[in-house]
């Protein structure tokens, strides 16, 4: 048997047709790990698939004639049976686990994502969306069995584009490097930057930020229009079709109804986003503290100053021990500020030469600087492949990432509380925080095979979030609630605000279909029918 380039990477949807922008590159790299070497091995030898050990069942749920339904709608080589392609699509990058989808869809527009969606509303299928599967909360894991996984990474066209009026439509397999490469011919970008090359709709789903929110601020204050099919199949656009003015007073806030809500209201198939021109002059800098409170309390007093940083981030001792062995750095192992400041030639000398004034008051070393775009880049590509620096200090064992967010008077003490919980459980850990708004991220190191390794992260977050509730903060600044944190939301919303979200859920989502069992605790659905 001959297979071409073009057979094999068809099993993985990685096609390229000309023309067309690559944005599957991250799904093919983490679907190789393991899923390429079974592959060859069953075309090639003919030997069954070897799929990797996991805490996933599969008990198949649907029925032969409604796999045909959905093959008639997207096409045979648009779906996938094969137990290796429905384990990618069972879990992110968190330690939930939960069943196989008994199939996985790639659509190709929109019309086949709602005569999907009306197909398993007339057969009670639950949808679980699926993008880059970078979530960290276990948003793609399927909780109930016989579910469809419905891939969108093949609606990957930038759909509309208004240089002028500094806007984009995008669909959803359209990454947000994707995107910036596309833009930047023209001086532009999309700023907001999670750390993952995570597709912009499923960023949407999750309210994604990262380390230029304090700048730019989230997708919520960056989404303009949503085009989204609801569980009953019926296509709709949050702002009115092809709306997409800086501001509306007409109406309900749909948009951001849908923006955070994780695939439980509705699939998103359109996102409309600002963009934003790029700087003229970007310098990077480092600089050290002798402890958590002395550079956070500068970071407190630079937002106070009234500059306007692009990036001000927070990296602790055991992080900057990791990148330095991962990245080749030589940074000093202390607790670290990460700056980056942007604007005109003469406004960056002025708001460099005023923070350098507060970090000195604080105690601070001299700045390091990064002028140079490939010094900025290796810089924050550091800070960005942290996940995978700490990963590398105990190969074979995995990675949970979970973050809070609080009033940045309280950063101080919940990040030095938090290193003192983590220290006396004995974990490889890191803390790495967006201090500018208040959010910061625990990375912990974990064997996924050790019931009490998950344990002891488990019991780690639910500490970590009832120490943020206490202070005034949030369970989650941009990771989202998922699966790991629905427990939460009771203790953070109150009773009343959280009935009405499960009643906002019953309205659009009746039979609950629409990625069941995540946000929203399942008493509540059921208490409201």
Request: charged share 20%; with cysteine; proline share 3%.
């Amino acid at each position: 048997m001959t297979l071409t380039l073009w057979d094999v990477s068809h099993q993985f949807r990685t096609r390229l047709y000309p023309g067309q922008i690559c944005t599957r590159q991250l799904l093919y790299k983490r679907m190789a790990v393991h899923a390429v070497r079974a592959l060859y091995k069953t075309l090639w030898v003919g030997a069954a698939p070897v799929v990797p050990p996991v805490r996933c069942s599969s008990s198949k749920v649907i029925t032969d004639d409604v796999v045909r339904s959905i093959q008639s709608i997207v096409g045979e080589k648009n779906t996938s049976l094969t137990e290796s392609v429905l384990y990618q699509h069972s879990h992110d990058e968190s330690y939930n686990r939960g069943h196989l989808p008994d199939i996985v869809v790639w659509p190709q527009s929109v019309d086949q994502v709602s005569h999907i969606a009306k197909l398993c509303s007339k057969h009670r299928i639950p949808m679980v969306p699926f993008g880059t599967g970078t979530g960290l909360e276990g948003g793609v894991v399927g909780k109930q069995r016989g579910h469809v996984a419905i891939n969108l990474t093949s609606m990957d066209e930038i759909t509309r584009y208004h240089r002028n009026d500094l806007d984009v439509s995008v669909q959803p397999g359209v990454t947000r490097l994707a995107l910036n490469n596309f833009l930047k011919g023209d001086g532009l970008h999309f700023p907001i930057d999670p750390g993952a090359d995570a597709s912009l709709c499923g960023m949407c789903a999750t309210s994604a930020s990262g380390t230029n929110a304090v700048q730019y601020g989230t997708m919520k204050e960056n989404t303009m229009n949503l085009e989204v099919v609801l569980a009953d199949g019926t296509v709709m656009h949050t702002a009115g079709r092809h709306r997409r003015t800086r501001k509306s007073a007409a109406g309900y806030n749909l948009t951001n109804l849908f923006v955070g809500s994780e695939g439980t209201l509705g699939l998103i198939t359109e996102a409309t986003l600002r963009i934003y021109g790029i700087p003229e002059k970007l310098v990077s800098a480092v600089c050290c503290f002798d402890d958590v409170r002395s550079a956070v309390d500068c970071v407190t007093d630079v937002m106070q100053s009234g500059i306007q940083m692009s990036r001000i981030e927070f990296v602790d001792d055991q992080s900057i021990e990791c990148v330095n062995r991962y990245s080749k750095l030589d940074l000093r192992v202390a607790q670290t500020l990460f700056l980056e400041f942007q604007g005109s030639e003469s406004s960056v000398s002025s708001d460099i030469e005023t923070v350098e004034g507060i970090v000195k008051y604080h105690s601070g070393s001299e700045f390091q600087y990064a002028d140079t775009m490939e010094e900025r880049n290796k810089l924050w590509k550091a800070r960005h492949d942290l996940w995978f620096a700490v990963l590398a200090r105990k190969p074979g064992c995995r990675g949970y990432s979970t973050d809070v967010c609080v009033p940045m008077s309280c950063l101080p003490d919940m990040i030095t509380s938090s290193k003192q919980d983590l220290d006396d459980t004995g974990m490889i850990y890191s803390i790495v925080g967006h201090v500018g708004d208040g959010n910061f991220h625990c990375t912990l190191v974990f064997d996924g095979e050790d019931e009490e390794s998950i344990r002891n992260v488990v019991d780690f977050s639910s500490r970590l979030v009832r120490r943020a509730l206490a202070v005034g903060g949030t369970c989650t600044g941009e990771h989202g609630v998922g699966l790991g944190k629905r427990k939460f939301l009771a203790e953070e919303f109150g009773e009343s605000s959280l009935k009405l979200m499960a009643q906002l859920k019953q309205t659009l989502d009746p039979h609950n279909l629409m990625n069941p069992g995540k946000v929203i605790p399942t008493d509540y659905m059921e208490d409201i029918k």
